[in-house]
């Protein structure tokens, strides 16, 4: 392919999506075009205006009205990071009341690559429903990060989350995919 690959970055409302800047650096260093998608809760937690001069990209959150051209270039590969407990159980109960959850439920449909950077507490993390999310997701061959959970009210772990891991996750995917 001789385009720049484009990656969707979707952004959820955890802590550390303030920190989001950091995979789009690596991305766009890695030779990506980026577009960031955050759910309407972690849209609060973006610096909009230094996230679109740094994509030259408006972040999408809400559904396009009918008609209206899209923002955005088809997505290559998608990232999810941070990725919240919300989220990832909506996305695996095939829910798509957000933008960012239509375009995931859609994702697997379409065999678009895709990489999840969970960020969450051992408190959530204990919720049967969270293992059982993560399964599916690897059984739909969505790649899954390896951040361990961090002890709820301790502040979290930003120290030890790697943004990168979502570009090095995706790309043996990427190599191997029919769409580039
Ligand atoms: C300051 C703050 C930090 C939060 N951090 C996390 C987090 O790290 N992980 C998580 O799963 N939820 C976190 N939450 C809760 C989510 O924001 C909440 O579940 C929200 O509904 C998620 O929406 P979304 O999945 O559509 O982004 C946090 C909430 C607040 C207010």
């Not at 550390?16 to 960031?36: E, F, N, R, S």
């Not at 937690?45 to 009918?66: H, K, M, N, V």
């Amino acid at each position: 392919m001789t385009t720049q690959p484009f990656l969707y970055v979707v952004v959820c409302a955890a802590g550390i999506a303030d920190d989001a800047h950091k995979l789009i650096t690596a991305a766009q260093d890695k030779g990506w075009g980026v577009g960031v998608v955050a759910t309407p809760q972690g849209l609060s937690f973006l610096d909009t205006e230094a996230i679109e001069a740094q994509t030259g990209y408006p972040i999408r959150s809400a559904w396009r009205s009918p008609g209206d051209p899209r923002p955005l270039p088809p997505a290559d590969a998608i990232a999810v990071a941070p990725a919240t407990f919300n989220t990832i159980n909506k996305w695996t109960a095939g829910i798509a009341d957000t933008l960012a959850l239509g375009i995931l439920c859609e994702a697997y449909g379409m065999g678009i690559p895709t990489a999840v950077l969970p960020y969450v507490n051992t408190a959530m993390a204990a919720h049967p429903a969270y293992g059982r999310s993560l399964d599916q997701l690897r059984g739909m061959g969505v790649l899954i990060g390896s951040y361990e959970p961090h002890w709820p009210k301790t502040g979290g772990g930003a120290d030890r989350f790697c943004w990168e891991e979502a570009l090095e996750l995706l790309e043996d995917k990427i190599a191997d995919s029919p769409r580039r």
